[in-house]
């Protein structure tokens, strides 16, 4: 968690089924996790503090949080898709906000039922739930929360219309949500906003090239933005990569990778016969595709690919955030038992993906052996064929190595 000291109230634009922002930054919805964290730290001296909430034990079922506490906001992002769901401003007293230039929720302008009419236009009668007495006024992608005085429960269960409640139209709403749609509760994460694109590549789906247990490369599906030509400002490009590939066919795939890692133990040899000899070699050298969740290993003498890594950013594990995830499938055939001596063996199909979880995939391909711990993770490899899986202590796959099975690598 990042913690600041910086009390200047946030004066933010809110544009309902798409974002709230300022004129240097903007939450947009279904822009990804990392682009919003990336807005966070630039802004780190007006953020007062945040962290990040997430379900260790189901990450796939419970939404993922980034807070905001001191400002009152709360972004609320698909767990699968770790892109923004919903926008959410739990505390209305810790942040100003505008809706076409116009301030209607401020320390000056109090939220309430006739400043939020005049501001967005009439809408329908609200909701009230009396149970937790709190009165909804909904418009189409966007949400207010008004808490009631448990007091005036009887004067709202026999009001039609909350909207005309004189107790209603006194407080200020305290809660609101900003989403796509007509409804909270069913909110969808829009596609990613082609603002949102910054001339990256966003991955669609990858599909791990297997034949006779062994793998040979990876099919990849992705997205990158048409500048607006077109009805689909998106076009969807399929590419197959393989072992052997060189640097210039990864690229000219791919374009330039986000980054180059150098392997650092591969950089310097210190021979014993003489101490002061110290003889430099070429290092072996990861392409690494942060939005397509890929790192591509390179050979230093051939510039060929030796090995894919493919990586899930599930929330707890040492890379997170670091890479978007990498929507993978992995098909095994399986020699089953077999039913007789003189009979063949009898194969069975074995779907592996980015959510397969380490006990089915242990069970289906056989007892792996005990695994390789480490320590920074702390994770455990375990390795099939020519397949490293690495597994978190949710049992959740954390990354995928697939290696060339023809080199001792």
């Not at 004066?11 to 240097?24: A, M």
């Not at 900003?178 to 694109?197: D, E, H, I, M, R």
């Not at 077109?230 to 076009?235: A, F, H, L, N, Y």
């Not at 089915?360 to 052996?369: F, K, S, T």
């Amino acid at each position: 968690s990042l913690t600041t000291y910086y009390q200047r109230m946030f004066e933010l634009d809110v544009i309902p089924e798409r974002s709230i922002g300022c004129d240097d930054w903007e939450f947009i919805l279904g822009m990804h996790l990392s682009q919003a964290i990336a807005i966070i730290k630039r802004e780190v001296n007006s953020v007062k503090s945040a962290e990040v909430l997430y379900s260790d034990t189901a990450p796939l079922q419970e939404d993922l949080i980034i807070n905001l506490p001191q400002d009152g906001i709360q972004l609320i992002f698909d767990p699968i898709l770790q892109r923004l769901k919903i926008i959410a401003i739990n505390n209305m007293t810790k942040v100003k906000l505008k809706y076409s230039g116009v301030v209607f929720s401020s320390d000056e302008v109090l939220p309430n039922l006739e400043q939020i009419d005049q501001s967005f236009g009439a809408t329908h009668p609200g909701d009230y739930d009396a149970d937790n007495n709190i009165f909804t006024l909904s418009f189409r992608g966007l949400s207010f929360e008004f808490r009631v005085d448990p007091k005036f429960q009887n004067v709202m269960n026999c009001q039609q219309d909350m909207s005309k409640s004189t107790h209603c139209n006194m407080i200020p709403a305290n809660k609101m949500w900003l989403y796509t749609g007509n409804c909270k509760a069913t909110a969808k994460v829009p596609p990613l906003p082609p603002s949102c694109f910054h001339n990256n590549l966003y991955l669609d789906k990858l599909e791990v090239i297997r034949s006779r247990k062994q793998t040979s490369g990876i099919k990849i599906f992705y997205y990158v933005d048409k500048n607006g030509r077109g009805p689909d400002k998106r076009e969807l490009i399929v590419k197959d990569l393989h072992f052997g590939d060189s640097n210039q066919d990864i690229q000219s795939a791919l374009g330039c990778p986000s980054t180059i890692y150098f392997k650092p133990e591969d950089k310097m040899k210190i021979h014993s016969r003489k101490s002061h000899q110290v003889t430099f070699t070429k290092a072996d050298y990861f392409l690494n595709y942060h939005t397509l969740g890929l790192d591509i290993l390179l050979d230093a003498e051939c510039h060929t690919v030796k090995k894919f890594i493919l990586h899930t950013n599930f929330p707890g594990h040492y890379n997170f955030n670091m890479y978007h995830r990498c929507e993978f499938s992995i098909a095994f055939h399986v020699e089953g038992p077999n039913p007789s001596p003189q009979g063949p063996l009898p194969t069975m199909d074995i779907s592996v993906d980015t959510y397969t979880k380490w006990d089915l995939i242990n069970e289906a391909l056989g007892p792996l052996g005990r695994p390789v711990i480490i320590k920074k993770g702390p994770t455990c490899c375990y390795g099939y064929q020519d397949i490293i899986f690495e597994i978190m202590g949710n049992k959740h796959i954390a990354s995928v190595t697939l290696f060339d099975s023809l080199l001792l690598v």
